[in-house]
């Protein structure tokens, strides 16, 4: 190489690299601000054309939007029934926070059970209290905790809400580091290099303060929602993915400076050119996957859509800028203490070399075993309850609103304090009122009256019902309640009743994410079976990868649904798992087979399929099998957050890609593809190469 051209490539790196280290100097501390413009309020991620939506925004002519309650639930100590003084006593009490720093209007008297063994009240709260909240829930703690011989609780809207900001507190931090050590670990095991695992982590880092620093401006001025689980799955996503693509990159470049005895420039320029095909191809399978997300009617599901592809485009543009230049510049260094150099594939990976073996020799036994395998997993997947997590379910660890939940469930209707909303015209008020009252499942129906009067609260001739149910309002006994109330009411003449509130939210929550699997999961698939016809220019190959990564969700939901139940306890399955699960595997794990099946094809090119699977095998399964192990362990981090759904998610995802790198990846497909040889190819040119 001439030495002008020679002091030009050596220069370029050079400035990639000083850009990047402005980008991470600049925008790293945006990973750590996005809890600025997150919201944690779950009413704002309900589904926009449900009932109980059109309810949330008809309760506004009644001013109850601009509050958030707070249930005090006071128990005699020692348990039995409460003093005779203690209901005076706990009505003082509540009367003292009227005015109080947060308090809308005046809290309610404290009523008491009919069991005489607890007292209730009720105060309201405003909504946008934000950092404020816990004051204002410690001011209400020390006054209700004055009644003397009683043990005073906080539950409802109020106390959880608190509850999920505590969940997600150090999210920033202490998810982030706990993911990058893992990953850092793993790496330096695997590769037995110094250099290699800081670079790559350094450039994960980068990736992600970038994405942070994008989000965090499109949220500041509300182009896109952020919440606490939106952010810790785009922390995990860009680091997972960082990682992925780097390891790929980092693998080739290895391979194309032991060819080329050293030579840096002309090895990444081979590397680059053979990685950047299967790396785009498969972060547009993640990043369409995820904008999918956009067609769903959950504003939850929306919002880490576009969120989510930010953090995908962050972590390709860190994988082929950053690490190719500082590879580059540190040439066989970069791997110290090995040393790259031209070896056979038998003498480079002697395992993957028995694996590939195998495969070669026994093909339809060794894919009719992982077959078998997978689909008696995933017979299990129906078994999978994906109806919602009951409230004490939600936080992992013991949460002081689920502690005060219970007590008032022991001594109050279930739905005591979080009542079904009724909202029905004037002229009908009665007529839908003894209606709801005659449900099966319901307590009592109360007509909201105006502050101080008992006469019916009015607003644009429209009134409210408060129905207090039964049932738990996070139980499915509760939301069946739910449903034959709206039956009931609905039919009342001139009423044009609509059923809301807390059960009504959860039931319409998992009808919609029940509808949105129907429809996003065919979109997701044709996607990414484009995508994949594009970059192997086949149809039958690209058809059965899709088929073998959605045999592998299922799989993933069969054996989660016996770890949820009888290892980890739960009872239900957060009614958004599936739909996140499916999106994170699905794409993922397509991935894995971009770089296997992207590498046949191009030894198939030169030396036929038989031969193409086998070097294909050896030559990617050292690396896809140490990304797949990394991603796993990096979505497992999520389990440090203490929420039901994180913990679910994390789970799935960490399993399943476990299951696909190993089992589907590693045998399964190309154990299919060398069995049916070259017309897989169909109908490309390959499948007429002997």
């Avoid at 004055?146 to 900001?165: F, I, K, M």
């Avoid at 050293?262 to 990444?268: F, L």
């Avoid at 207090?468 to 009743?497: I, M, Q, W, Y």
Wanted: aromatic fraction near 6%.
């Amino acid at each position: 190489m001439p030495s002008s051209l020679r002091w030009v490539s050596r220069l370029l790196p050079l400035l990639v690299l000083v850009a990047w280290l402005v980008i991470g100097g600049g925008l790293g501390p945006y990973a750590g601000r996005l809890g600025d413009v997150a919201t944690n309020d779950q009413s704002a991620f309900l589904p926009r054309t449900a009932e109980s939506t059109l309810v949330l925004r008809e309760q506004e002519a009644f001013r109850q939007e601009e509050t958030l309650p707070a249930l005090v639930v006071w128990t005699a100590e020692g348990g039995g029934r409460v003093p005779p003084s203690a209901q005076a006593a706990a009505t003082r009490a509540l009367t003292t926070l009227k005015g109080a720093h947060g308090v809308v209007g005046a809290p309610t008297p404290a009523f008491p059970s009919e069991d005489g063994e607890a007292l209730r009240g009720i105060v309201q709260l405003r909504p946008d209290l934000g950092d404020e909240l816990p004051a204002t829930l410690d001011e209400i703690e020390a006054a209700v905790s004055a009644v003397q011989g009683t043990e005073a609780w906080l539950a409802g809207p109020a106390a959880t809400q608190e509850d999920l900001r505590d969940a997600f507190a150090g999210i920033d931090g202490l998810l982030v580091v706990v993911a990058l050590a893992t990953v850092l670990v793993i790496l330096l095991l695997v590769y037995r290099s110094v250099l290699l695992p800081l670079l790559i982590i350094v450039g994960a880092v980068f990736a992600l303060g970038l994405a942070c620093a994008v989000v965090y401006v499109l949220a500041d001025h509300d182009l896109v929602r952020v919440d606490g689980q939106v952010q810790g799955i785009l922390s995990i996503l860009v680091i997972g993915a960082a990682t992925d693509y780097a390891l790929l990159l980092a693998a080739r470049y290895r391979e194309e400076l032991g060819a080329r005895d050293g030579d840096r420039v002309p090895a990444m320029r081979a590397a680059l050119r053979q990685s950047v095909g299967p790396i785009t191809a498969s972060a547009a399978t993640v990043a369409l996957g995820l904008l999918a997300l956009l067609l769903s009617d959950l504003t939850n599901n929306r919002a880490l859509g576009p969120v989510g592809a930010i953090g995908i485009a962050c972590a390709v543009l860190s994988a082929v800028t950053f690490l190719p230049a500082a590879l580059v510049l540190l040439g066989r260094a970069a791997y110290w203490p090995a040393r790259p150099k031209a070896t056979a594939d038998d003498e480079a990976h002697p395992v993957w070399r028995k694996v590939a073996s195998l495969v070669d020799r026994a093909p339809r036994k060794v894919w009719a075993v992982a077959l078998t395998a997978l689909l008696l997993c995933a017979a299990l997947s129906p078994t999978l309850v994906s109806k919602g997590v009951p409230l004490d379910e939600i936080f992992v660890n013991d949460a002081p609103s689920v502690a005060a939940q219970a007590r008032l469930g022991e001594h109050f209707p279930g739905g005591a304090g979080n009542p079904a909303v009724v909202i029905a015209d004037e002229a009908a008020a009665q007529e839908v009122r003894t209606a709801a009252q005659e449900v099966d499942g319901v307590d009592s129906a109360t007509l909201f009256a105006t502050p101080g009067t008992a006469r019916p609260l009015v607003a644009d001739r429209r009134v409210r019902i408060d129905v207090t149910l039964e049932d738990a309002a996070d139980s499915d006994a509760a939301k069946d309640t739910v449903a034959r109330l709206r039956a009931r009411v609905h039919a009342v003449p001139g009423g044009e009743a609509l059923v809301g509130g807390y059960t009504a939210q959860q039931y319409d929550t998992r009808v919609t994410a029940e509808r949105d699997r129907a429809f996003i999961v065919p979109v997701v698939l044709a996607i990414i079976l484009v995508i994949l016809v594009g970059l192997l220019r086949s149809l039958l190959l690209p058809v059965l990868l899709v088929a073998t990564v959605g045999l592998n969700f299922l799989a993933t939901l069969g054996v989660s649904a016996l770890v949820f139940e009888h290892v980890l306890g739960f009872t239900g399955t957060d009614s958004a798992v599936p739909l996140y699960g499916f999106v994170f595997l699905v794409a993922l794990g397509v991935d894995y087979n971009i770089f296997l099946m992207s590498r046949v094809r191009e030894e198939t090119t030169v030396h036929g399929t038989r031969e193409g699977v086998r070097r294909g095998l050896v030559a990617t399964g050292g690396v896809i099998t140490s990304a797949g192990v990394v991603l796993a362990a990096t979505f497992a981090a999520l389990g440090v957050i203490p929420l039901a759904f994180l913990v679910q998610i994390a789970f799935i995802v960490a399993f399943g890609v476990l299951l696909d790198t190993l089992v589907v990846r590693s045998l399964l497909v190309p154990a299919l593809v060398r069995d049916i040889g070259p017309v897989i190819w169909w109908p490309g040119s390959l499948r007429h190469r002997p």
